[in-house]
C-alpha cells in the first residue's frame, strides 16, 4: 500500500477547500457522478457547506441521498442518512437532481416576452434545442451552475455534468447558443420569407450555411418553416439572455471554478481522457486533476499465500480469480502510466474499483478518502 503524500494526493481537498466551484466532466460510465457526490459530501465532511448537482444519478444512489421525489431543486441530506453512516457532517450537503428539459423551459419562460414564449415550447426545434441538440445538455448544465452560482449563497457546488461524446459538445455548447442566438445572416434571410407567409426556393439554396448545418443535426420531419419561426421567436429572446450566455462562459473561465476529469484505468479508453485533457487544457479550463476510476487492484502476497492453504478444487479456483486480478491490475498499471505521460504535470488521482456500486452515503465517503489521498490504491 503506497502512502498519503505520493503526487496528486491532496489537490482535491485543497480544490474542495478553496475553490467556488467544481465541475466534473469525463464520458459517459465513468464515474462522473460518483466522483461529484464524493466530493461534495467530503466537503462537508470536512466543514464546507456544498451543494451536488447530479445528472441522471442511478436510482439507489438518488434514493440514499434522499433525491427520488425532488427535481430541478436542492434537498438538504437529513440528519439520519449520516447518522446511519456513522458520520458527522461539520457542515450541510445539499443535493439535486438536475433536469434539462425543466431547465430549458425555465430559462425560456424567464427571457422569452409573453406572446413568443407558447409558440417556442410548440415548435419541435425548440423540442430538439432543449432535448438533443449536440451541446445543448452541456449548456444546460452549465446554465444551471451559473444560476445556482449567482443566486444561491453554496460555498461550494460541484457540478456533474451529461456524458459527452465529444469534448468539444462541452467547450462549445456557450458559443452555439450565441451563435444560434446571434446568426445574424440566418435571421434575415429566414425573416422575409416568413413574413411573406411561405418558403421561397431560396431556402433549398443554402448549401454549407449554418442554418443547414443545424438542420441536418436534427432528426425527422422538421420543416424549414419550423425553423424559420423558431428562430423569428428565439430572436425575441431580449439580450439579457445573451448576456447570461456570456456569464455561463465566463464562470467556466473563472479562477474560482477547477475542472476534475474523470476516466477509467484501462489503456484502450485513454485515448477520450487524453483528448479531453488537451482540449480543456488549451482552452484555458486546465483540469486540476485527472480521477481514474475503478483501478483494479493487484492482490498481495498473502492472498496468494491464503488462497494455497485452501483445499482443492476452491484452492484452484481462487487462485485463478487472483491471477486474473492480477493481470488486470498490470494492465490498468500501464493505461495510467500511459495517461500520466501524456496529461504532463496534470496529478492523477486514483480511485479503487470496490466491490460494490458507490451508492450510499459510507459508499461516497469510502470513495472521497481516496480523492483527497487520506487512502491510495496499492500497486
Ligand atoms: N470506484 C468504483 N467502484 C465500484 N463501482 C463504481 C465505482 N465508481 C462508480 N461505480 C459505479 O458505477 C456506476 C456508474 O457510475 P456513475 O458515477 O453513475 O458514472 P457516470 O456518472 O460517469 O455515468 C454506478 O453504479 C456507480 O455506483
Ligand atoms: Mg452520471
Known amino acids: 500500500m503506497s502512502g498519503a503524500g505520493e503526487p496528486g494526493s491532496g489537490v482535491l481537498a485543497r480544490a474542495l477547500a478553496a475553490r467556488r466551484v467544481v465541475v466534473c466532466v469525463g464520458a459517459g460510465g465513468v464515474g462522473k457522478t460518483t466522483v461529484s457526490a464524493s466530493l461534495a459530501l467530503e466537503a462537508a465532511l470536512k466543514g464546507r457547506e456544498s451543494l451536488v448537482c447530479t445528472i441522471d444519478p442511478a436510482k439507489r444512489l438518488a434514493n440514499a441521498l434522499g433525491l427520488s ?12 442518512v449520516w447518522s446511519d453512516a456513522g458520520l458527522t457532517p461539520r457542515a450541510p ?3 439535486m437532481m438536475l433536469d434539462m ?15 413568443v414564449r407558447e409558440r417556442i415550447f410548440a415548435n419541435r426545434f425548440y423540442q430538439a434545442l432543449s432535448s438533443a441538440l449536440a451541446g445543448s445538455q452541456e449548456y444546460i448544465a452549465m446554465e444551471k451552475l451559473w444560476e445556482l452560482r449567482s ?8 457540478l456533474d455534468t451529461p456524458p459527452t461524446a465529444h469534448a468539444l459538445d462541452f467547450l462549445d455548447a456557450p458559443n452555439r447558443v450565441l451563435d444560434f442566438l446571434d446568426n445574424d445572416a440566418a435571421r434575415w434571410l429566414l425573416t422575409p420569407a416568413l413574413r411573406a407567409g411561405k418558403m421561397g426556393l431560396k431556402f433549398f439554396n443554402l448549401g454549407g450555411s449554418f442554418v443547414m448545418k443545424q438542420l441536418s443535426r436534427l432528426t425527422g420531419t422538421e420543416t424549414l418553416q419550423e425553423l424559420a419561426n423558431f428562430m423569428l421567436a428565439m430572436s425575441a429572446l431580449n439580450e439579457d439572455f445573451r448576456e447570461r450566455a456570456r456569464a455561463v462562459k465566463a464562470l467556466l473561465r473563472d479562477t474560482q471554478t477547477a475542472f476534475v476529469l474523470v476516466t477509467g484505468a484501462a489503456v484502450d479508453r485513454q485515448d477520450e481522457a487524453i ?14 486533476a485527472v480521477v481514474v476510476n475503478r483501478v483494479h487492484t493487484a492482490p498481495t502476497a ?4 491464503r488462497a494455497r492453504a485452501l483445499p482443492s478444487p476452491l484452492q484452484e479456483k ?9 493481470t488486470l491490475a498490470a494492465r490498468d498499471a500501464l493505461g495510467i502510466a500511459e495517461l500520466q505521460r501524456q496529461v504532463g504535470n496534470t496529478p492523477l488521482v486514483q480511485v479503487p474499483r470496490f466491490e460494490q456500486d458507490v451508492h450510499d ?4 465517503a469510502e470513495t472521497a478518502r481516496y480523492l483527497v489521498g487520506e487512502a491510495s490504491v496499492s500497486v
Not at 428539459?101 to 406572446?115: C, F, G, S, V
Not at 443566486?151 to 460541484?158: A, D, E, N, Q, T
Not at 481462487?318 to 492480477?326: G, K, S
Open 318 to 326: 481462487v487462485l485463478r480469480t487472483l491471477e486474473e486480478r492480477a
Open 69 to 80: 421525489a425532488l427535481g430541478n431543486v436542492e434537498a438538504r441530506i437529513p440528519d439520519p
Open 275 to 288: 483528448h479531453f485533457h488537451s482540449i480543456l487544457t488549451a482552452n484555458g479550463m486546465a483540469p486540476v
Open 361 to 364: 452515503v459510507r459508499a461516497l
Open 101 to 115: 428539459k425543466r431547465t430549458w423551459d425555465e430559462l425560456i419562460a424567464r427571457y422569452a416576452p409573453a406572446d
Open 93 to 95: 450537503l445539499h443535493a
Open 151 to 158: 443566486s444561491r449563497g453554496y460555498p461550494l457546488i460541484v
Open 302 to 305: 498473502e492472498d496468494f499465500d
